[in-house]
């Protein structure tokens, strides 16, 4: 497809229609940049222009692109069965997915609801605490605690949340009773690698917190494990612990996002297993499907589950939440292919392998002036640039889009480029990655 040839406006081929998420949408259609082709490690531009793809798309296409397995799944069962309404009958696949799914989960979490996106995920974590302490006759359970920087996706509930300014400011009819501790970003501690030694004392916010307001009228404490979104911000060592703890004594559930740090992320298959901290439920999505058709999940322990179910009559609907599409008999072929491909492959093991390599590659960065920190952990890591004076945002702008052209899909968050390639990765691929950002940050 040429782009260059589509009418400038009006007209079935414009660009103008569009109203695309999460981007300038007048810079980018005066200077499309889009994607045509993708397999493996590689993006084409419509330009034809191979790119390399930094990012794995957004963190979810951990097994790398155009994997024929996905797509022969999906085809195999739209053709056998390509819909059945979810409420009050189903279909096997989604019992099989979840049932999977439950094997690699940490122990106590044998039930999985399905949701079609990370966002809907957060919104459907946040109504299965309130029915779980309502259940238990703790319905004054009516605060949520979540972060600084935090990003929980952008439906109401996720923005409620939200620790991310921009995220935020635009949008003030928010949920009422949330309550934020600190992030864990330490400027003393910048270019560390992995866990910083330092800093478990800020999860003592969530305590501040419980005498504030009173530990009983918290319902849940929402963290992504390893803040992504706002940059790669890795906890320090005994905060998750901690706040286990403090959540353990004031019968507050803990939550793991784990959007993105779920399936192998982290060189483990939940970032649950990699900080040794069990929550009490976990949201999940992008990776999931290795990003093919969009799906999310709520993973929760059993006593979450089996409370909620009981105490409702026998034959009563226990739960009142649930979407057209949860559980789609495409998304669910697309989960249990890509589950399939993560063990065969044994990709959760070869990130876990890779990270050490991946982790020195990027901090190869470090001799260059304008890079100011360098986070990371698995096979994730920020590199967060100066700003521009004034201007903060803009120069990670600029860099997004001069990486494209230098032939390398890196996903930006101000001035902070999220790496985080897709499991398949070799060596020379994280090279490249590497090379072309250190090239792109020498032209600036
Ligand atoms: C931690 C976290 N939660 C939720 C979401 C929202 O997911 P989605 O974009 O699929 O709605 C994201 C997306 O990046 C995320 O990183």
Sequence with gaps: MNVMSMPAEG??????????????????????????????????????GKLIDGSSGLFNVAAGHGRKEIADAVYAQMMQNDYTAPFQMNHPSAFDLASKLTHILPDPFNHVFFTNSGSESIDTALKIAMAY??????????????????????????VSLSGMVKNRETFPSVMPNIVTIRHTWDPEAVYTKGQAEHGAELADDLQRHCETYGGGTIAAVFVEPVAGSTGTLVPPKGYLQRLREICDKHGILLVFDEVITGFGRLGH??????????????????????????????????????????????????????????????????????????????????????????????????????VKDLRGMGFMAGVELDPIEGKPGIRGNNMQKALFHNGCHVKWTGDTAIVAPSLIAEKSHIDEIVGCIRKTLEEV
């Design 11 to 48: 007209g079935t081929n414009s660009l103008e229609q569009y109203w695309m998420p999460f981007t300038a949408n007048r810079d980018f259609k005066a200077s499309p940049r889009l994607i045509t082709k993708s397999e493996g490690m590689y993006l084409w531009n419509h330009q034809g």
């Design 133 to 158: 302490h309502r259940a238990n006759g703790q319905g004054h359970r009516i605060r949520f605690v979540s972060r600084e920087r935090a990003y929980h996706g952008v439906n109401m509930g996720g």
């Design 269 to 370: 298959p939940f970032a649950a297993d990699a900080f040794d901290v069990t929550p009490d439920i976990i949201t999940m999505a992008k990776a999931l499907t290795n990003g093919a058709i969009p799906m999310g999940a709520v993973a929760v322990r059993d006593e979450i589950y089996e409370t909620v179910t009981e105490a409702a009559p026998d034959d009563a609907i226990e739960f009142f939440h649930g979407y057209t599409y949860s559980g789609h008999p495409a998304a669910c072929a697309a989960g249990l292919a890509t589950l399939k491909i993560y063990e065969d492959e044994g990709l959760f093991e070869r990130a876990a392998g890779l990270s050490d390599y991946f982790l020195d590659a990027i901090w190869s960065l470090k001799d260059l002036g304008i």
